[in-house]
């Protein structure tokens, strides 16, 4: 099969011809259709989130078909493998419903390959069904893009004026979900992308402006979505007391010092970390309900280099997907 190998971290993936993998008890082998091209395989390919082993294949957005093994499902059924790839189901997190803690996990695209191939294999028991509404590759940016951005949306409580800091791939979909739920939305992009405020307020954002801007109202909540530690204490000066800021992405430049003041009155820094199966199995009955869209730019898989380019540079809209000639 064909697979994009990352062999050392800060050197462009490698497209190899390799054996597909054969699936072991308790997981199923997939036949990848599409697989979106999230930020943190950005960070994995350029070193700032190490990989437990090289070389590995990345991508954590996986849209297919079974082709062989497992109980869980049939053979030919769609299905979506996500970030959370396996856990021990023992510790004192996985115990308690936080398995998005789990002390040894395993994650897809970082310590088991993922998806930037033409088969992969997945722990059945991790792997949600797709709803029929999206096709394969309007369905790859759910599995992680919507799924964080849903669940950091959630950590920020009940917050009606919630901005988001970068609006990307997760920020399409969470403010989607945000105006379903009746929030209102204030997207803060790059300063002076202009195209990406107009792409914001298509998506029902009330305000949108660049990140330095002092928006129309005062906030509730903000989550940061872009990799940028600056961008909390800006956040943090924005929200109202009791209001919280969700740092949603697994990798962030460091936080500058800021003063006391702006975090008094019970205001909270926070971050969403991974996801449980849980959060997957609700955003899939919840993104069909709530009408999101996702807008994808699809790339055939020979191309990953380039989708990883292009979203480094902030040169896409919506989400990247990688596709393979199986996608429909
Ligand atoms: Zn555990
Ligand atoms: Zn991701």
């Known amino acids: 099969m064909k697979a994009q190998l990352l062999d050392h971290p800060g050197f462009p993936l490698r497209l190899a011809d390799i054996p597909a993998p054969k699936p072991g ?38 849209v297919g ?11 030919g059924d769609r299905v979506g493998v996500p970030w959370l790839g396996k856990t021990c189901g023992a510790c004192r997190f996985c115990l308690s419903g936080r398995e998005n803690l789990c002390d040894s996990p395993l994650f897809t695209g970082h310590g088991i390959h993922g998806g930037y191939a033409e088969f992969v294999v997945a722990n059945e028991d991790y ?19 919507g799924l964080i951005g849903y669940r950091a949306l959630h950590s ?26 009746g929030r209102r939305i204030y997207a803060f992009t790059r300063a002076g992308d202009s195209a990406a405020q107009d792409f914001a307020r298509s998506l029902g954002a009330v305000w949108a402006g660049s990140s330095g801007d002092a928006p129309p109202d005062e ?26 800021v969700v740092c949603g992405g697994i990798h962030m430049s460091d936080i500058p010092r800021f003063p006391y003041s702006i975090l008094w009155g ?12 849980k959060d997957g199995e609700e955003f899939m009955r919840i993104a069909p309900l709530a009408g999101v869209k996702t807008e994808v730019t699809t790339f055939p898989l ?22 393979t000639a199986a996608c429909s």
């Open 127 to 145: 792997c949600f069904p797709i709803p029929e509404f999206y096709s394969d590759a309007e369905a790859a940016p759910l599995l992680c893009a």
């Open 65 to 75: 078909r079974v082709v062989e093994g497992g109980s869980r499902f049939s053979v």
């Open 302 to 323: 020979e191309f990953a280099n380039l989708a990883l380019d292009r979203l480094r540079s902030g040169r896409i809209r919506g989400a990247a997907v990688l596709v």
């Open 156 to 181: 920020a409580g009940d917050a009606e004026k919630i901005g988001l800091y970068g609006f990307g791939a997760a920020a399409h979909i969470a403010s989607q979900v945000a105006s379903h739920e």
């Open 266 to 277: 019970e205001r909270s820094i926070r971050s969403v970390a991974n996801l449980t199966r």
């Open 219 to 244: 906030l509730d909540a903000a989550i940061i979505f872009a990799p940028a530690g600056e961008l909390v204490p800006e956040a943090l000066s924005r929200i109202s007391k009791g209001g919280t």
């Open 25 to 62: 008890p308790g997981e199923i082998l997939i036949e990848v259709h599409a697989c979106g091209v999230c930020r943190t395989d950005l960070h994995i390919a350029d070193g700032e989130l190490a990989a437990p082993h090289y070389p590995i294949i990345p991508g954590h957005e996986i």
